[in-house]
């Protein structure tokens, strides 16, 4: 039997959409137990009969966006996320916790409570994104680092190829550095260092990339510190939403467009599931954390939940952790 | 008479492009007249008898990206673009520069033979992107400049401000500092210390805004370091390239999005225009520099060029160097 915490108080949805996706998830895999956050009497009215392998845990606190992170997790001692860090520090068991609460206290949380894996400074929250071909790309760190040095560039390049790999099946992902210009000579200064770094790293580095190329598909992973990927990722996903609005408003101002929309509805959903890559893969983990932590956004639904506790149930199965621990140990030979 | 000084022969289409982007330039305005430096000979032959309003000058060598800027400057004195500057230099009633070569030594030739605004350290280049609204948006640096301070961030501000308000008539543009969120104190050392400077500028500061904010409409001119500001700006032009790839592939594999599509042309063309702003207004001035400089891209055409040309004449008009310097002023008061 395999244990996942899941924190039932974080995010939007919560507590409604939190608890559904775990059921779907306990449905769906018959060797899964849950473990439920958050206020019982709630939780119990919500669940009714269907508690089969579901444990509740009485947290009558909720940490919100507003709460200061590493206070949160110090005073909110009997918060659905701290109760939920401290199942998982302390069941061996346990193999993984998911929330889609705020992003600074599952950050918090999971080094105050977790810990690192030794040598690595800065857990990396790593997204999923489609690209204009059949392969997706991740970008890591997305902005949980946002003051960042060179060796924490190195870190995400292990962490994201690490995470890639097993997600992808895919033995050897293609690893860039975000930068200016493809030159090796390019970039800022923690770019310039972080190229040197990544170059006799033990990953399948293919050289400095420009944001243009984050959508190619000619990358896999792609490297930046926080600040950077956080412009990256965002500027990515404000696009597709511009470019999706303008296509919705000309077909509104031309009668045959109209028309000829009534036969794209296939073209609409199709390009809708691509650009959604990032909710069906349930969010991303921390990378980092001695355990598994998945942090979902927090405006997912049921279904994203079921995949992030799938995707915990993968990475747990994948020795992700053992893989990150492999690779920086690979980097000291 | 107005003279503009033409590079004739940076970017991948010249000469050919450059020069006829200039005869276009010369027929629509009968008050002006073009300097093109390049070839001669070669010159003389695309234009045959068209030389009405036009001069050449001749410069053999021709600078690539492969040069370095700044030793290309100081070396090729008989390239295009440095005949060009000399020229823009040494006559007064020459009002601009316009060249498609290579970025650096563009930005290299403005400071080393024009010199920069007395108070401006970096010049900066402002693009012009779509939104999803009817508005378009400049990012200012776009990545002239790698590693920034806070001073160079307020200095972007008052030059992007200055800028969009003659492109767009538009008398108090809305000015955002790139972040990762909203919140006052979000940000890199670097965008902290710059949303303190930019609170108290003479600007119509609306504060920070995320990648997301780009293209939503909401923010005119979006302020950031040119490494940032260059992952947003390529990350937006490969997410609108995708999103039109993913469309195009899409229809091509169902057959009733194929007869959906003979009916979406003008939404198609609608699309195009949108998106193909940047190039319709000929590039990007180089912000900060004594007198005009405006730099358009390597791939661009002749209407691009006439665009450039446009440009030009609109910032001299509207005396685009002077508004940057009253900003200044103010700035100190």
Redesign the interface.
């Known amino acids: 039997m395999k244990k996942i915490v899941v924190d039932a108080y974080g995010g939007d949805n919560a507590p409604i959409e939190i608890i559904e996706g775990a059921l779907l998830a306990r449905d769906k895999h018959k060797d899964l137990e849950i473990i439920l956050c958050g206020k019982e009497e709630e939780m119990k009215q919500i669940i009714g009969s269907r508690m089969e392998r579901i444990t509740l845990v009485d947290a009558q606190e909720v940490i919100t966006n507003d709460d200061m992170p590493t206070i949160a997790i110090r005073n909110k001692k009997n918060s659905s996320l701290v109760k939920a860090y401290d199942l998982l520090k302390e069941n061996e068991d346990i193999i993984g916790l998911v929330s889609a609460g705020s992003t600074g206290a599952v950050l918090a949380g999971a080094i105050m409570k977790i810990g690192r894996i030794k040598g690595i400074s800065r857990p990396a929250l790593a997204p999923i994104l489609?690209?204009?071909k059949e392969s997706d790309v991740i970008i890591i760190d997305s902005?949980a680092n946002?003051?960042c040095k060179p060796i924490n560039l190195l870190h995400f390049a292990l962490m994201g190829s690490a995470y890639y790999s097993i997600v992808y099946n895919c033995p050897s992902p293609r690893v860039a550095l975000?930068n200016?210009g493809v030159e090796e000579e390019k970039?800022?200064?923690l770019?310039k260092e972080a190229h040197a770094l990544l170059k006799s790293a033990p990953i399948n580095f293919i050289g400095n990339k420009?944001?243009?190329?984050?959508?190619?598909g000619d990358v896999d992973v792609m490297v930046?510190?926080?600040?950077?990927?956080?412009?990256?990722?965002?500027?990515?996903?404000?696009?597709?939403?511009?470019?999706?609005?303008?296509?919705k408003?000309?077909?509104k101002?031309?009668f045959?467009?109209m028309?000829?929309?009534?036969?794209?509805?296939?073209?609409f959903k199709?390009?809708k599931n691509?650009?959604d890559i990032l909710n069906k893969h349930g969010g991303s983990p921390l990378l980092g954390c001695k355990k598994l932590v998945v942090k979902n956004h927090g405006s997912c639904k049921r279904n994203n939940i079921l995949s992030s506790i799938e995707q915990t149930l993968l990475l747990d199965e994948n020795n992700l952790v053992g893989k990150i621990e492999d690779a920086l140990e690979k980097l000291k030979a």
Chains 1, 2 share one sequence.
């Open positions: 489609p690209t204009k902005g946002i003051d975000l200016n970039g800022n200064e770019a420009e944001g243009r190329d984050f959508m190619s930046a510190d926080g600040f950077a990927g956080n412009a990256l990722l965002k500027g990515t996903e404000g696009a597709v939403i511009a470019v999706m609005s303008l296509l408003k000309s077909i101002s031309h045959l467009s028309i000829g929309a009534l036969f794209m509805k296939k073209t199709d390009i691509r650009v």
